[in-house]
């Protein structure tokens, strides 16, 4: 009896890391009463792996198979080899995809309130996510008020968010710009950035 495996990516050949590669395997005989002894698939490459599929019995038959990527600023390409058998009959089937890396964070920033006078707490929250990590989280805010800081990040961690609390002096002056930069880096050093600005509005009556 002869057999012959197919392979078909079901996910984008390229990925960055983190995301699955998909991809199905389909395995067909020359009777319907054939028994692929073994099916063995074969990753190589950013990483090393093996595993035998389950035979359901005779026949063709086939199977999707979800591979999650390594997080964290890794890339390279994943070589997939399949190997079906029937006694001394093989068929291999290969594929390839490449994990490749994502750019620099996304980032999010905005002012909580959008009317900010002398003496009142500004509030920026604020975000950033990169799948080969973040790094480091800094903010500078200059203008009407001026002070730099980081943002503790802890571990292996593909997200940061939080609020940035800044009160501002009674004597801050009205129309006096308050602009927050804030910059985070990712396991590649890739830099992200973004900016918010707002205006000290006159005090009320």
């Known amino acids: 009896d ?8 079901q996910s984008s050949s390229t990925v960055v890391p983190g995301q699955p590669i998909i991809f199905d395997v389909d395995v067909s005989v020359a009777s319907d009463t054939a028994i692929v002894s073994a099916v063995v698939v074969h990753a190589s490459g950013l990483f090393n792996d093996s ?55 996304r980032m999010f920033a905005d002012f909580r309130e959008r009317l900010l006078y002398p003496g009142d707490t500004a509030i920026v929250d604020f975000g950033s996510a990169d799948s080969a990590y973040i790094k480091q989280f ?16 802890s571990g292996f961690t593909t997200g940061v968010s939080g609020s940035l609390r800044f ?14 930069d804030l910059s985070a880096t990712d396991g590649f050093g890739n830099v992200g950035t973004t900016t918010r600005t707002t205006i000290i509005q006159p005090p009320g009556p």
Do not use: E
């Open 2 to 9: 002869s057999v012959k495996v197919v392979l078909v990516q």
């Open 51 to 105: 595993l035998v599929l389950p035979v359901p019995g005779t026949g063709p038959f086939g199977y999707r198979l979800t591979i999650d990527t390594p997080l964290g600023p890794d890339t390279g390409q994943i070589n997939i080899l399949v190997i079906a058998r029937i006694g001394p009959n093989t068929s291999q089937a290969t594929t390839s995809f490449r994990v490749a890396d994502d750019g620099p964070p």
């Open 138 to 153: 800094t903010y500078a805010i200059h203008g009407g008020l001026d002070t730099v800081g980081t943002v503790p990040v």
């Open 167 to 180: 009160p501002l002096p009674p004597s801050a002056k009205a129309g006096d710009s308050i602009v927050v």
